[in-house]
């Protein structure tokens, strides 16, 4: 049995809390499907970014893909990426420190974090060279 007070519990409450605001998140995102084939008043896009935000991203990520829903509007998709992985980052830092994550894991999410950040071109927009590729003269 898991105490409360114990890092067991707060895990089983949080956990329960995703469950419920994934839940949510989906059938908003069905709602919004159903209303926008039907032509009717719909979920406003803040509605449910804000409730991927408050727990629901796995449950939203689920609709977006099971649904084919707000697939096409980037804008939104990348928000919705943004917030999940916000979300992932959070939760590796409270699971690193209590030593919930096999070794070697922490690493290999850092390893991969600064092979994404080194993939940005970094370099001022004035002082790029742009190849020329169409046309008379090109390169």
Known sequence: MIAPGTLGFLLLCVGGYVIFASTLAYSLFATDKQRAVAGMWRVPEGTLLLVALAGGWPGAKLAQRQLRHKTRKQPFGATLNLIGLAQGG??????????????????????????????????????RVTPRRFGPGSD
Do not use: I, N, Q, Y
């Open 90 to 127: 959070v939760l590796a830092l409270v699971l690193v420190p209590a030593g919930w994550l096999p070794a070697g894991l922490g690493e290999a999410m850092a390893a991969g974090v600064s092979a994404l950040v080194e993939g940005f071109d970094t370099t001022p927009a004035e002082t």
